[in-house]
T-cell receptor, first 113, second 115 residues
Framework: DAKTTQPNSMESNEEEPVHLPCNHSTISGTDYIHWYRQLPSQGPEYVIHGLTSNVNNRMASLAIAEDRKSSTLILHRATLRDAAVYYCILRDVGRDSNYQLIWGAGTKLIIKP | DAGVIQSPRHEVTEMGQEVTLRCKPISGHNSLFWYRQTMMRGLELLIYFNNNVPIDDSGMPEDRFSAKMPNASFSTLKIQPSEPRDSAVYFC?????????????FGPGTRLTVL
């Protein structure tokens, strides 16, 4: 399975944009990039996913590098409620194990008031 | 929709006892996943079902663990006998299908402590 690398933690100020990086240099052409986050004492929740093009939804934006070896999750205006562990995950569309999300350690995002 | 429902939310038991964790997936979802989360190992997939059939149980740690899905609205994860190293938060998740873009929806988890 392709691997992702994320910083262990990041800090940001409230109401400022946050850019969470993810490196996936061994990504294959059929790997989708998924982001989930886990708020304290809760189960993970879906944030966004993409394949090649940048994606936007009500929660965040996903910017994917042209060579797809890295991506960035963008929270446009972070609030205290965005403090969580953010996971960058690859899912391969072509393999039997495509049901699975292979979880790394994630990035702990700390929001300062 | 109530989301994925798990019970109990907390369970404290003694080593050697049987533990049963329960999950009700979101109505209409065809895939169900059991995960375990610990500080040391992070989030690990234990087993997943599609249309009530176990597809891959390679993540189940050993024979003391078993999971069933008797119908589309209920699943159990059983540990017998339990050991202190089984202490963890156990999550159940469901998804509408099994295509690559299907979102997994997680329950609140069951925090298991084995003394």
């Amino acid at each position: 399975d392709a691997k992702t690398t994320q910083p262990n933690s990041m800090e940001s100020n409230e109401e400022e944009p946050v850019h969470l990086p993810c490196n996936h240099s061994t990504i294959s052409g059929t790997d989708y990039i998924h982001w989930y986050r886990q708020l304290p004492s809760q189960g993970p929740e879906y944030v966004i996913h993409g394949l090649t093009s940048n994606v936007n939804n009500r929660m965040a934006s996903l910017a994917i590098a042209e060579d797809r070896k890295s991506s960035t999750l963008i929270l446009h205006r972070a609030t205290l409620r965005d403090a969580a562990v953010y996971y960058c995950i690859l899912r391969d569309v072509g393999r039997d194990s495509n049901y699975q999300l292979i979880w790394g350690a994630g990035t702990k995002l700390i929001i300062k008031p | 929709d109530a989301g994925v429902i798990q019970s109990p939310r907390h369970e404290v038991t003694e080593m050697g006892q049987e533990v049963t964790l329960r999950c009700k997936p979101i109505s209409g979802h065809n895939s169900l996943f059991w995960y375990r989360q610990t500080m040391m190992r992070g989030l690990e997939l234990l087993i997943y079902f599609n249309n009530n059939v176990p597809i891959d149980d390679s993540g189940m740690p050993e024979d003391r663990f078993s999971a069933k899905m008797p119908n589309a609205s209920f699943s159990t994860l059983k540990i017998q006998p339990s050991e202190p190293r089984d202490s963890a938060v156990y999550f159940c998740a469901s998804a509408q299908g099994y295509i690559i873009t299907d979102t997994q929806y997680f329950g609140p988890g069951t925090r298991l402590t084995v003394l």
